[in-house]
């Protein structure tokens, strides 16, 4: 009995090679997310962008036009868009790893401030409602100068130009 996970033994129906898979898919993924919100006036005409890595591939570049709203909701909206494409392609993640310009956002999400905002809240509890379906978890604050790509999408989509 044993031996049922050797890959001479068919005893149970798994060799070594799938052995090794399903213990990667225990472990998931590691995954990268650089966020981004902004608007042209606060509030005013806003976007956001999130860009996601799967080690140094790059595996995601999505910005959207989010109408009307805060800059500080067009983060909100960055990070929730970034898990929301996380779920809806099926990727077992065990790690995220976040990283925004936004201070704000990351000292509220890392518990360090309290959301007073009202419209703020929603969007936050939402998020804290999808970390759940991790492992572990990091929000981390980057300067803009980090976070190129992200910027750059928010910022071609608030010039009207056509994001990727």
């Known amino acids: ?67 009307y709203a805060t800059n500080n909701f067009a983060e909100y909206r960055a990070l929730e868009l970034a898990l929301e494409w996380i779920k809806s392609r099926g990727l077992f993640v065990s790690q995220l790893d976040i990283f925004c310009d936004s201070e704000l956002l990351v000292k509220q999400l890392t518990g360090e401030y309290k959301v007073r905002s009202g419209s703020l809240r929603e969007i936050h509890q939402r998020i804290k409602e999808h970390f759940q379906a991790f492992k572990a978890v990091e929000v981390n604050w980057i300067p803009r100068e980090k976070n190129r790509l992200a910027d750059w999408l928010v910022k071609s989509i608030l010039k009207g130009e056509k994001a990727p």
């Open 1 to 67: 009995m044993d031996r049922a996970l050797d890959s001479g033994s068919r005893g149970c129906g798994f060799d070594s090679r799938q052995a090794r898979q399903m213990d990667a898919m225990e472990k998931g993924k590691r995954i990268r997310i650089f966020t981004d919100g902004g608007s042209s006036g606060n509030p005013g005409k806003a976007a956001a962008g999130f860009v996601v890595y799967e080690r140094d591939k790059l595996i995601a570049l999505h910005g959207e036009s989010l109408g």
